[in-house]
């Protein structure tokens, strides 16, 4: 069964710094697209960034300038670096395909903005 495993989430202050990664069981090679999501409580899951094999990137304005999606193939990983967190980026954070979630959602990884 294909796994999504999320790590390196946390508790940071405002303006600090988090790496996620989310781990693969199966080759990302091929996918063309992942992205990472995010969900608070109370809340809907929203999409925080994308990434194409080739390279293209999307973010939405509340992260951009912020995040930075990138992906290592050969690790079957991708990696979403937070910069200047804020106080409404507390949320878990998921990963997925993109744009259709045709992976099992993994457990997601925590991480509490607070100062």
């Known amino acids: 069964q294909v796994q999504l495993v999320e790590s390196g989430g946390g508790l940071v202050q405002p303006g600090g710094s988090l790496r996620l990664s989310c781990a693969a069981s199966?080759?990302?090679?091929?996918?063309?697209?992942m992205a990472w999501y995010r969900q608070a409580p109370g809340k809907q899951r929203e999409l925080v960034a994308t990434?194409?094999?080739?390279?293209?990137?999307f973010y939405p304005d509340s992260v951009k300038g912020r995040f930075t999606i990138s992906r290592d193939n050969a690790k079957n990983t991708v990696y979403l670096q937070m910069n200047s967190l804020r106080l409404e980026d507390t949320a878990v954070y998921y990963c997925n395909k993109y744009p259709r979630n045709s992976l099992p959602w993994g457990q997601g990884t925590q991480v509490t903005v607070s100062s």
């Open positions: 990434l194409t094999s080739g390279g293209s990137t």
């Open positions: 199966i080759s990302i090679l091929s996918f063309n697209a």
